[in-house]
């Protein structure tokens, strides 16, 4: 059995115990370095992901609107999805803008990453800032998506994000926004 140490903490090999096509989903033994503990702690293997903020010349912003199995509900969100591997975040966040709303644009660059829950995952979300978005081509969804593009000015989402007045609750499209807000400061 191999144990590796970190800070002090014993964590032993982990299983696997439930392989899905969205998340793999690992068990194994740690042992906590103050109280000598051991128990089971769980893993949720995702793919990391991306969000994309998009902006068109006339200052909207590129939003999304589709169904959610979690909240089983209808999310106002910002285009985004899985970064493939070995593809890079940015050229991911432009596929996904590309597929999930017709969009492309330019100056594509990353302007935040976060870890969604460390506590149980260790892939990360990246924001991706694509200026100069246009309708370049039909949109290119998955046989579970269906997605309703709109349009939202810069400032009125800003406004509405400060205020708490943006209809959003998805954690990672707030820090995708939040990265945005920054950088435009």
């Known amino acids: ?3 590796k140490e970190h800070h002090g903490w014993q964590r032993e090999e982990q299983q696997l115990i439930l392989e899905t096509p969205v998340v793999d989903i690992y ?3 740690v042992q906590c370095r103050r109280s000598g503990v051991k128990k089971s702690f769980y893993l949720l293997d ?16 590129v939003f999304i609107r589709q169904y959610r199995y979690g909240s089983d509900r209808v999310e106002l969100e910002i285009p985004g999805g899985v970064v493939e591997p070995g593809e890079d975040a940015v050229a991911a966040g ?3 803008l590309m597929e999930e709303c017709g969009y492309a644009g330019e100056k594509g660059r990353l302007i935040g990453r976060v870890n969604p829950n460390p506590a149980i995952q260790q892939n990360s979300c990246s924001t991706v800032l694509v ?9 290119q969804m998955d046989e ?4 309703e593009v709109l349009l939202m000015p810069v400032d009125k989402v800003l406004q509405d994000l400060q205020s708490g007045k ?3 609750d998805h954690g990672l499209v707030l820090n995708a926004l939040s990265f945005y807000l920054f950088q435009k400061k």
């Open 166 to 168: 943006l209809p959003i």
């Open 46 to 61: 995702f793919p990391n992901w991306v969000n994309v903020v998009a902006v068109t010349p006339e200052q909207e912003m």
């Open 27 to 29: 068990a194994g033994p």
């Open 94 to 96: 432009c596929r996904e």
């Open 131 to 139: 200026e100069n978005a246009r309708l370049a081509g039909e949109q």
């Open 144 to 147: 579970m998506e269906d997605i």
């Open 1 to 3: 059995m191999m144990k």
